[in-house]
């Protein structure tokens, strides 16, 4: 499949629901398949299933999250599976997002224009990566 035919699946992990529901909006807007899990439990659910998504954005506060599982779960995966993780913190969750392992980190608020680079460059990296 042509990387311009590949539809981007992606994963928001947020409990926040206008920010979930913008994510969702931004995201679909841009010809992205977007699932959400509201909590700890959600987002276990997706990353234990088949499903593939190209990037993952994670709140790092969210309550009740295992950040260590999570991570865990994450790289159960093989290397060229893995996905990569955008951390949402509306602080700097330094310890967060390291454990996370994430390849970026968008401070709440942030703007959506930035979301959707992020989402451009790091879902074409996990589509040739994929194909190859």
């Not at 955008?86 to 454990?99: D, F, H, I, K, M």
């Amino acid at each position: 499949m042509a990387e311009t035919e590949h539809r981007h699946d992606v994963l928001v992990i947020e409990d926040d629901p206008t920010i979930r529901r913008v994510l969702c909006e931004v995201l679909t807007a841009r010809g992205c398949q977007v699932v959400v899990a509201r909590d700890s439990a959600e987002a276990s659910a997706h990353l234990s299933s088949d499903r593939r998504p190209c990037i993952l954005f994670v709140d790092t506060m969210l309550p009740g999250i295992d950040l260590r599982y999570l991570t865990e779960q994450l790289h159960l995966r093989p290397v060229q599976e893995r996905v990569p993780v955008v951390a949402l913190t509306a602080s700097r969750n330094a310890a967060g997002v390291r454990l996370l392992g994430a390849v970026d980190c968008l401070e709440k608020p942030f703007a959506f224009g930035r979301v959707l680079d992020i989402v451009a460059k790091h879902c074409a990296r996990v589509v040739r990566q994929r194909s190859s």
